[in-house]
């Protein structure tokens, strides 16, 4: 029905940049938000980065001041801007969207399959 799909994950120097990106494609009627959340090894899976249609844009602590998150509406495509990257930031990142449907019309959370960075000199 929807699928994400997520591209610029990789490996980097600490104190590097990164800008994965998501595109969002399927029988969408609207996108209400876009997201990343990533996972790192024996960590719970946390909120990076959330974007709302309107340019809402919400930060974990963590990342504030280094990642900044966009939204090409027109592309339904998320963008991360991750900046002074450190080893710390290394984590699988999984894309998220909450979306409208077309048939049915329905609401649903979706995940992409994830993309790993890896910040290690």
């Known amino acids: 029905q929807v699928q994400l799909g997520e591209s610029g994950g990789g490996l980097v120097q600490p104190g590097g940049s990164l800008r994965p990106s998501c595109a969002a494609s399927g029988s969408i009627l609207g996108i209400l938000s876009m997201g990343w959340y990533r996972r790192a090894p024996g960590k719970q899976r946390e909120l990076v980065a959330a974007?709302?249609?309107?340019?809402?844009?919400n930060y974990a602590d963590s990342v504030k001041g280094r990642f900044t998150i966009s939204r090409d509406n027109a592309k339904n495509t998320v963008y991360l801007q991750m900046n002074s990257l450190n080893p710390e930031d290394t984590a699988v990142y999984y894309c998220?969207?909450?979306?409208?449907?077309?048939?049915?019309?329905?609401?649903?959370?979706?995940w992409g399959q994830g993309t790993l960075v890896t910040v290690s000199s």
């Open positions: 974007i709302t249609s309107g340019g809402s844009t």
């Open positions: 998220n969207a909450a979306v409208i449907i077309t048939t049915p019309a329905r609401y649903l959370e979706v």
